[in-house]
């Protein structure tokens, strides 16, 4: 959080499952401020491990990490 108010990126990938809170977590709370990035959720599991989670959140999409490409951040981001 401290990262991305400091450096203001136009996207973030962000990691599902964190140490502390979860990717849904801070998805919510990056969506919540002011001129928020644009979010992509990563994981080495399936959206569909994560049920409606993925579908419910703020982030732009959904890539699993084994297909994780610059064409693939593209299709959502664009």
């Given at each position: 959080m401290?990262?991305?108010?400091?450096?203001?990126?136009?996207?973030?990938?962000?990691?599902?499952?964190?140490?502390?809170?979860?990717?849904?977590?801070?998805?919510?709370?990056?969506?919540?401020?002011?001129?928020?990035?644009?979010?992509?959720?990563?994981?080495?599991?399936?959206?569909?491990?994560?049920?409606?989670?993925?579908?419910a959140?703020?982030?732009?999409?959904?890539?699993?990490?084994?297909?994780?490409?610059?064409?693939?951040?593209?299709?959502?981001?664009?």
């Amino acid at each position: 959080m401290q990262a991305v108010a400091a450096l203001r990126p136009a996207i973030v990938l962000l990691d599902i499952q964190l140490p502390d809170l979860d990717g849904f977590e801070v998805a919510r709370q990056l969506a919540s401020g002011t001129e928020p990035p644009k979010i992509v959720l990563i994981s080495t599991r399936r959206a569909a491990a994560y049920g409606g989670r993925v579908e419910a959140s703020p982030a732009r999409g959904f890539i699993a990490k084994t297909s994780l490409s610059g064409a693939a951040l593209s299709a959502l981001v664009a």
